[in-house]
């Protein structure tokens, strides 16, 4: 079921990849083996990544079901993310991968997924689940760490050859304009201005950041939200230090 794309599956096999994705969280907690089992197969990561992918609204009512179980896809792709970003291993496999460039099965598969795309991915799927009111916060919290966990890895932030990518920093912009707005956006915050923090570990990715007025306004506009009322300090201290 890995080596099918999501288009080509049929509702059994949605359902299968669900039971699939939960299975690969289990064999990848603290299992720094797996962890590279999994990452060198790129199949893995092409389904992670596709099912991460915002689910178009339902045109009828009775595609409602359909997208319902999009969207559990998409909630079941971030846990086997997150365990393999939590070991110095599972970062560097999972670099080495999005980093790995195969051009002839790349033309016959489509685009080839690169870190920026993955981190945009994830930052739009905390963004989209501090939207929806019936969102529970684990989930979100773990895309969160898995993208600061990513950061902190010098191999995956060279791999950006010293400037992000225009979606993800936007992303990042509108997602620091909303916080505050609910408790996933709360929670999730303090750990996506880590990853910007981390990722400030490179010059030239640091200098990028600091040249978009966008982030400046950004992070003073939440620095003012919050700082009359002293409230969410460590929002607070987390903004000051990415300034």
């Given at each position: 079921?890995?080596?099918?794309?999501?288009?080509?599956?049929?509702?059994?096999?949605?359902?299968?990849l669900l039971s699939v994705f939960?299975?690969?969280?289990?064999?990848?907690?603290?299992?720094?083996?797996?962890?590279?089992?999994?990452?060198?197969?790129?199949?893995?990561?092409?389904?992670?990544?596709?099912c991460l992918q915002a689910a178009p609204p339902p045109p009828t009512a009775s595609a409602a079901a359909v997208l319902d179980l999009q969207e559990r896809l998409r909630s079941?792709?971030?846990?086997?993310?997150?365990?393999?970003?939590?070991?110095?291993?599972?970062?560097?496999?999972l670099t080495t991968t999005l980093c790995s460039t195969a051009p002839a099965t790349a033309a016959a598969a489509g685009p080839v997924l690169t870190g920026a795309a993955l981190l945009t991915l994830l930052l739009a799927f905390?963004?989209?689940?501090?939207?929806?009111?019936?969102?529970?916060?684990?989930?979100?919290?773990?895309?969160?760490?898995?993208?600061?966990?990513?950061?902190?890895?010098?191999?995956?932030?060279?791999?950006?050859?010293?400037?992000?990518?225009?979606?993800?920093?936007q992303g990042m912009e509108t997602f620091l304009n909303q916080g505050g707005k609910n408790t996933i956006t709360l929670q999730t915050l303090p750990t996506c201005i880590e990853f910007l923090i981390a990722m400030c570990a490179d010059t030239k990715i640091?200098?990028?950041?600091?040249?978009?007025?966008?982030?400046?306004?950004?992070?003073?506009k939440t620095l003012e939200r919050h700082a009359p009322l002293h409230t969410h300090d460590l929002h607070l201290y987390l903004l000051v230090s990415l300034i």
């Open positions: 079921v890995l080596s099918k794309k999501l288009v080509e599956m049929t509702q059994e096999e949605k359902l299968l939960d299975l690969l969280s289990v064999i990848a907690k603290n299992d720094t083996e797996n962890q590279k089992l999994l990452l060198q197969n790129r199949n893995v990561l092409d389904r992670l990544a596709e079941a792709a971030v846990p086997p993310l997150y365990e393999c970003s939590r070991s110095d291993t599972g970062r560097l496999a905390i963004r989209d689940s501090s939207a929806a009111t019936t969102s529970h916060a684990e989930v979100p919290l773990k895309a969160a760490a898995t993208l600061e966990n990513m950061a902190e890895n010098r191999s995956f932030q060279a791999s950006f050859k010293g400037k992000l990518d225009q979606k993800l920093l640091r200098e990028s950041i600091a040249r978009r007025r966008e982030m400046l306004l950004a992070c003073t």
